[in-house]
């Protein structure tokens, strides 16, 4: 913090106030994202998520924002994750190859041939 009035050789002070140093609590954040419409930011703080309101006066309590993920499951299938990664990286080489017609290489053909079959 600069102590002093302009044209007085202003000096660095050697005493902080409350208002310069960081709160404690927003020390550990991660990583945040505000919201398409600007409303909302998502914080990743501690290995846990909050969502707190863009336009907030001052920074909330985060433990009201937490989002409770406790609850949440995904059903993965890595065999057919799998499958549709091979299948769109294929796609993106078939439709952005440099050369149209892909050096004459029957790329359908090299696809079913190659590819993971869907019967898994």
Not at 52 to 72: C, F, G, N, T
Request: charged residues 30%; proline residues 5%; hydrophobic residues 35%.
């Amino acid at each position: 913090m600069w102590s002093g009035t302009a044209g007085a050789g202003c000096k660095p002070s050697k005493s902080k106030t409350a208002a310069s140093r960081p709160r404690r609590s927003w020390r550990t954040i991660r990583g945040y994202e505000l919201s398409a419409d600007g409303k909302k930011i998502l914080v990743l703080k501690d290995n846990e998520i909050y969502v707190i309101d863009a336009a907030a006066a001052a920074p909330p309590a985060l433990a009201e924002k937490r989002l409770d993920l406790s609850r949440w499951t995904f059903s993965l299938d890595p065999r057919e994750e799998w499958r549709q990664m091979f299948v769109d990286a294929w796609r993106m080489e078939r439709d952005y190859f440099y050369d149209r017609n892909l050096h004459n290489v029957d790329y359908q053909g090299l696809s079913s041939a190659t590819g993971p079959s869907s019967s898994g």
